[in-house]
């Protein structure tokens, strides 16, 4: 696959205190809505190691086109999963974003 068109994103969400584990539960859960998703090659979910209720996504998509879609098909994709709103309640604060540009590695299709 070619990478020029890939969307790479580390997403932090800081939880309300004491509520890591559960903003953890919600993310994974949104996870299994993704697999097979058209376009999503990544998605990881992890708890900070000094901070629990600090909560990391990393993603690449294949491009902008299958994050739209995958925004559009939320509710239906993820079924009983948490919706996005329920999962920025659990927050302290909005999530952090970082655009990057994935280049390659371990666990991507080339």
């Known amino acids: 696959m070619d990478s020029a068109g890939r ?16 903003v953890a539960d919600a993310l994974l859960r949104v996870t299994d809505g993704l697999r097979g998703f058209p376009g999503c090659e990544l998605y ?8 629990p209720d600090t909560v990391r996504v990393t993603e690449v998509w294949s491009d902008e086109e299958a994050v739209q879609a995958a925004l559009a098909a939320a509710p ?4 009983a ?5 329920d999962v ?6 909005p ?15 080339v």
């Open 95 to 109: 999530p952090e974003r970082v655009d990057v540009v994935p280049l390659g590695g371990v666990g991507l299709p």
């Open 7 to 22: 969307i790479g994103r580390l997403m932090t969400m800081r939880a309300q205190p004491g509520r890591g584990a559960e």
């Open 81 to 85: 999963a948490p919706s996005i709103a």
């Open 76 to 79: 239906a994709a993820v079924g």
């Open 44 to 51: 990881v979910i992890s708890r900070d190691q000094v901070d």
């Open 88 to 93: 920025l309640g659990m927050l302290a604060g």
